[in-house]
């Protein structure tokens, strides 16, 4: 099968890095090429991967009103050059809301919309930041009407069906996939700069979202023999925003990393304290290496991944005192997180599987 997966651009982020994970899955056996909208790439791009972008720049306004129509036709123009190189398409995965809002207007046939965080949080956040970019997103989910999508966790899809923003044609739920054998090995690699002290760790870019005011208010309580290894996109910001809570000299932030899973493995705990996410893909990869997880129960997606025994390490949203106890209790409880259920549910062979039946129409809810 011929199958392209368009996003916004691959810098690092949660979205980038799965569909990275599973085009590489897929490309085992089928045909994947990777459209981004920018030419801004950080991750290495496995070789097994064709990837292209269609504008030469960053891509921040290829979808507003003034220059969506041209958009649009470049990227039908794309579409119709590389279906006369290869064939048809037998299926299109559209991820983020650039490349979103270009697709839902294209005549692009087989696109399916993968949805990553919790649309009525997203909305929450936009509307502080003022009318005009409150207006771009609703307008960009509205979008969504009468389109197949892919939601990335349970609650996703069930805050969809539930609401009146967005009616689609079809609906299903479909976990990120991980490639556990290539994140173990990884995991294994020889790393010098990993501090020798212990320490916890947080991966996540510097955003509201991820509410590292929270994380830095928690860790301030802590003992002051650990670390805090921040994996992000902006050190300099995150140092100076750690001042405020003196922490700035437990704080280790070597910036993104490629190969984020020697660190966590090596973490005595890896913690998340996002207001909302849509499946924190962190949040599993830990568990894969054996890293017990602290992380606040937002929407949506940690509940879905914390079941059982591991449930007790779910802590309300924007505590950051509960958060505290928390760490200290999974720093003494030291549970093995290996067996997690839900490791079962997320491997990347079985996930590629339900993406490709999407070609054929199976598995969908209408």
Known sequence: MNIVIVIDSLVGGGAEKVMLTLAEKIAQQHNVTILSLANSIEYSIPKVLNVESLFAHRASKVDRFWQRKNSVLKLEAWFEKKQSEIGDIDLVLSNLDRSNNLLSKSNIKNVHFVIHNSVNAELARQKKLGPFSYLYLKKSKQNLNGKSLI??????????????????????????????????????????????????????????????????????????????????????????????????????????????????????ALVLSSDFEGLPTVLIEALAVGTPVVSTNCTFGPSEILTGELSKYLVPVQQSEALANVVKQILADKPNVENADILKQVQAEQVALQYLALAHRLDLKE
């Open 151 to 268: 939601c990335v966790s349970k609650g996703v899809e069930k805050e969809i069906t539930q609401g009146d923003l967005i009616n689609p044609s079809a609906i299903a739920t479909i976990y990120n996939p991980f490639d556990f054998e290539k994140i173990n090995q990884q995991a294994n690699e020889q790393n010098n700069n990993i501090p020798n002290e212990p320490y916890l760790i947080h991966v996540g870019r510097l955003a509201k979202q991820k509410r590292h005011d929270i994380l830095f208010a928690a860790f301030a309580k802590l003992d002051k023999k650990y670390k805090l290894v921040l994996l992000c996109n902006k050190p300099a910001k995150a140092l100076k925003l750690a001042q405020q809570y003196g922490i700035e000299k437990q704080l280790v932030v070597p910036g993104f990393q490629q190969n984020p899973y020697n660190w966590i493995k090596h973490a005595k």
